[in-house]
């Protein structure tokens, strides 16, 4: 999506400590590890997925990004990327202004609900565009709205970031596009999708909006066929703010 690049928020050329937030696998504060080897990197999460081995200048920690933080540095650079809601982040962008040095930046990156669509493709009434609406109706119910991207800048100017600016890509369902770049992109997320729709799914649609297991698994099979579709030109928002 960034033409390899790994964030955009533009740090000094030899970055001193970097933290990345919800590291998940790890990959990309190793990557950036290895890019700038000035930086050292602190990646935290609630999980130890992380490989055992890394670079010299990484720290894989386990933490709760929500509580306090307790760092003794501040960081010239700040990363948070497809943590899906479950940072608060009016918190999370106080406690990086705390923590961040004079000139040090935030970036997020997270995608946002609903699905969109710009060429009538994806009607209303399709399994693809009322799962959406319907997951982003259970995530507001629960407090975490899939659709709080928008906000980030916002949020962001009000704890005291200035300079900020927000990015929006595009992330296609499938392999619809004819730009190469973006067919691309829709063939990883494609197979994001597929693989995960089930799990992120199930519980919200079961617990939250009190849906049985066997009516939404039959509803799934659709999503999935409007998922294969490639008349249908819909796509995530993919939200960047720095």
Same mark, same amino acid.
């Given at each position: 999506?960034?033409?390899?690049?790994?964030?955009?928020? $533009?740090?000094?050329?030899?970055?001193? !400590?970097?933290?990345?937030?919800?590291? &998940?696998?790890?990959?990309?504060?190793? =990557?950036?590890?290895?890019?700038? $080897?000035?930086?050292?990197?602190?990646?935290?999460?609630?999980?130890?997925?992380?490989?055992?081995?890394?670079?010299? %200048?990484?720290?894989?920690?386990?933490?709760?990004? %929500? @509580?306090? *933080?307790?760092?003794?540095?501040?960081?010239?650079?700040?990363? !948070?990327? +497809?943590?899906? !809601?479950?940072?608060?982040?009016?918190?999370?962008?106080?406690?990086?202004?705390?923590?961040?040095?004079?000139?040090? *930046?935030? @970036?997020? +990156?997270?995608?946002?609900?609903?699905?969109?669509?710009?060429?009538?493709t994806l009607s209303d009434d399709c399994a /693809?565009?009322?799962?959406?609406?319907?997951? /982003?109706?259970?995530?507001?119910?629960?407090?975490?709205?899939? %659709?709080?991207?928008?906000?980030? =800048? @916002?949020?962001?100017?009000? #704890?005291?970031? #200035?300079?900020?600016?927000?990015?929006?890509?595009?992330?296609?369902?499938?392999?619809?596009?004819?730009?190469?770049? /973006?067919?691309?992109?829709?063939?990883? %997320?494609?197979?994001?999708?597929? +693989?995960?729709?089930? &799990?992120?799914?199930?519980?919200?649609?079961?617990?939250?909006?009190?849906?049985?297991? @066997?009516?939404?698994?039959?509803?799934?099979?659709?999503v999935r066929k409007d998922l294969e579709n490639?008349?249908?030109?819909?796509?995530? $928002?993919? *939200?960047?703010?720095?």
């Amino acid at each position: 999506m960034l033409d390899g690049k790994l964030h955009l928020a $533009p740090i000094t050329p030899t970055p001193q !400590c970097v933290l990345d937030i919800a590291t &998940g696998s790890g990959i990309w504060a190793i =990557e950036f590890a290895e890019q700038c $080897p000035s930086a050292f990197v602190i990646a935290n999460d609630l999980s130890p997925t992380q490989p055992s081995f890394i670079p010299s %200048n990484v720290q894989f920690e386990i933490d709760d990004a %929500n @509580e306090p *933080w307790t760092y003794s540095r501040r960081f010239d650079f700040i990363h !948070c990327r +497809q943590h899906h !809601c479950a940072i608060e982040e009016r918190n999370l962008f106080t406690q990086a202004f705390e923590f961040l040095q004079p000139g040090g *930046w935030l @970036e997020m +990156q997270e995608l946002c609900y609903p699905i969109r669509c710009d060429d009538g493709t994806l009607s209303d009434d399709c399994a /693809l565009s009322k799962w959406s609406r319907l997951l /982003l109706d259970a995530t507001v119910r629960v407090g975490q709205a899939a %659709n709080k991207p928008v906000q980030y =800048e @916002e949020w962001m100017r009000q #704890v005291g970031f #200035v300079n900020t600016r927000t990015i929006v890509y595009k992330w296609p369902t499938n392999t619809w596009p004819t730009d190469g770049k /973006l067919k691309t992109m829709g063939l990883w %997320n494609h197979y994001n999708a597929l +693989q995960g729709l089930q &799990g992120f799914t199930i519980g919200l649609f079961t617990r939250v909006l009190g849906w049985t297991l @066997e009516k939404t698994e039959a509803f799934l099979l659709e999503v999935r066929k409007d998922l294969e579709n490639k008349d249908i030109h819909a796509y995530w $928002p993919m *939200w960047v703010d720095i």
